[in-house]
């Protein structure tokens, strides 16, 4: 069986990791499991390229991003994956067991736990997208993973299998099926929903953009609480901040709480009704407007960091609209090609990683039993994608439209609607657990499945 994965992001190399730890390794009539990463971008791994800073866009795909979290179900995903990897991942990162939200003059708001019920209790994590993108680099043999952009990705049709074609002027690869791992302007979402060349269903600039880095974390207080990341709304903009690293001196395992690191991270998005040029900015500009935007706001560490910090990228809220299906024939989107979410979900890393995990757990049950079953081999793998979508879609629906709503909050606003957030807020920290069990945010129920 041969299998094309578009796109050599989290998702894609976490579908390929998952992929090759369930799927038989041959199949009836088969030689062996071939799955190949279609990656735009050069992507070596660590050790194979020259040292650069995490905050600077890089010509590798893992160079686009700063900081990321990643949740306890996510965590969850990982941990069933691979146990090292689990591991290597956690050990770069801090373990946050909780956002403390805050009001621009310093009211404290609401305290969110961010630590699941499972046994053990695992914590959130915090750290850098490229800390998290080598991790699973590092498992992806380099002969798999190939440097060419898909142009365009053909449909099965019951004759032929489905096929990418590339922009270099290399010659079409058929496939089994296809992955879609490609993000908000995922050709293989262009051939699910459309014709395949146009997007029907082009993505959605949201009006809000983030900046943001790495920084010292001497920028905090000293007296910050251990194991905490802070969130500041205000009618003008949002600020977060925290550490995202672990001391040497402690081991971040997720479960215990540990002494902060050397590195913390912030982050800021606001209102900005035209799309902006992520490519031809003004750095100067937005360092100066985060200052006036920010000088009212009451947290010294956030004075601290506007005053201190430059800007080296801007980036754009985009977000998947609702597709019809994530599937067609010898096709299957994962990660932000079938569900781009807004960055207030704290989910995005931890959705792809389950899309990941449902999408080659259904395709392994269904061609474990090809041989005895009856319907042909492309048969069983509709039946798993649609399976898959029967599973995911729902779920990423309730993460977006509540990640939308928390979004809403860091637009600019009254000072009327201001303080109504603030009740917002405060009334959700009130109730967040019983929130927190009604979404299932942190946990889901596929293996039942």
């Known amino acids: 069986m041969k299998i094309i994965i578009v796109g050599g992001g989290i998702s894609g190399l976490s579908t390929y990791i998952f992929l090759k730890k369930l799927l038989p390794p041959a199949l009836p009539h088969d030689t062996s499991l071939q799955i190949c990463v279609c990656e ?24 686009v991003g700063g900081a990321l979290g990643i949740a ?5 995903v990982l941990k069933t994956l691979d146990q090292d990897l689990f591991d290597d991942v956690i050990n770069q990162a801090y373990s946050v067991s909780k956002f403390r939200l805050q009001s621009r003059q310093g009211w404290s708001l609401a305290d969110f736990p961010m630590t699941d019920a499972g046994e053990p209790p695992l914590h959130t994590i915090l750290t850098s997208r490229q800390g998290i993108w080598d991790c699973l680099r590092d498992r992806v043999p380099d002969e798999d993973v190939v440097c060419k952009t898909v142009i365009q990705v053909i449909p099965g049709n019951g004759s032929q299998r489905p096929r990418a074609c590339f922009a270099e002027g290399s010659p079409d690869l058929e496939a089994d099926f296809i992955v879609g791992a490609d993000g908000v302007r995922s050709v293989v979402k262009n051939a699910i929903t459309g014709d395949g060349k146009d997007d029907a269903l082009p993505a959605v600039y949201e009006g809000l953009v983030g900046v943001g880095g790495f920084i010292p974390a001497s920028y905090l207080s000293s007296d910050e609480p251990p194991n905490t990341t802070t969130m500041t709304f205000g009618y003008n903009g949002f600020f977060g901040y925290g550490a995202c690293s672990a001391s040497a001196l402690s081991t971040s395992n997720a479960v215990s709480v540990c002494a902060s690191g050397s590195q913390a991270v912030w982050w800021s998005t606001y209102s900005l009704p035209s799309l902006p040029s ?23 560490t956030i004075q601290r960091i ?29 990660g932000d090609a079938a569900h781009a979410l807004q960055t207030s979900s704290g989910q995005g890393t931890s959705q792809a990683l389950e899309d990941a995990q449902a999408l080659s757990m259904f395709l392994a049950e269904n ?11 492309d048969e069983l793998l509709q039946m798993a994608f649609k399976s898959y979508c029967t ?25 009327l609607a201001e303080y109504i957030m603030y009740l917002f ?13 009604s979404l299932r945010i942190f946990s889901t129920n596929l293996h039942s499945r």
């Open 40 to 63: 735009s971008h050069e992507a070596p791994r660590r050790q194979h390229r020259s040292k650069s800073s995490v905050t600077a866009p890089a010509s590798f795909a893992q160079g």
């Open 367 to 377: 061609l474990r039993h090809a041989q005895s079953h009856p319907r042909r081999q």
């Open 425 to 437: 807020i405060w009334i959700k920290g009130l109730f967040f657990n019983f929130i927190s069990k």
């Open 278 to 300: 992520s490519d031809n900015f003004d750095k100067v500009a937005i360092c100066n407007d985060l200052q006036s935007r920010y000088a009212g706001w009451k947290d010294p």
């Open 72 to 76: 306890p179900n996510g965590l969850r």
């Open 306 to 334: 506007v005053s201190g910090v430059t800007v080296d990228s801007i980036y754009p809220t985009w977000t998947t609209p609702d597709l019809p299906t994530w599937e067609a024939p010898g096709l299957v989107l994962v």
């Open 391 to 415: 599973v995911r879609m729902p779920r990423a629906k309730r993460i977006a439209d509540h990640a939308k709503q928390m979004g809403d909050m860091k637009r600019e606003k009254g000072i």
